[in-house]
Each structure stands twice: as C-alpha cells, then as structure tokens.
C-alpha cells in the first residue's frame, strides 16, 4: 500500500524551500508514492515555478493540481 505524504514551503525563499524539499525527499519512507508541494500561488510564483522546474532522483514525475498553489511529485518505487 503505498501512502502520500505533504509538505508547505509558504513564506520561505527559493533557496529555503529548495533545500528543505531535498531533505525531505532523501529521508522519506519507502511507502510513500506521492508528495503533495504546496508552494502557494496568490502571493507570488517565484516558488511555483522552481518547483515546477526542480528535479530530484526520487521524482518520477510531477503532476499539476487544478489548484494552483501545490503541485504533486509521484516518487519513484
């Protein structure tokens, strides 16, 4: 059974959401498929966008929500 899991980078700059999403990404349980980014939209989309753009060997892929503040990266098994 795989689980998901979600993390919020409101309010931290590129470079503090960049390497908070790293550690979280390389210390994550092996039974979690999916992990929900939410980045915010409404006050700016400097984080969006490097989410959007960030690539990590634990991403498979990244989907993009309707809503526009998280995007989901579905982890490699």
Not at 50 to 76: D, W
Request: aromatic content about 6%.
């Amino acid at each position: 059974m795989s689980y998901y899991m979600t993390i919020d980078l409101h309010g931290l700059t590129k470079e503090e959401a960049k390497k908070k999403l790293c550690s979280v990404l390389s210390s994550l349980p092996g039974d979690v498929g999916e992990l929900t980014v939410i980045h915010g939209y409404h006050s700016g989309t400097a984080l969006q966008g490097m989410i959007r753009c960030f690539r990590h060997p634990k991403v498979e892929r990244k989907i993009l929500s309707l809503n526009q503040g998280e995007t989901v990266f579905v982890i490699k098994k």
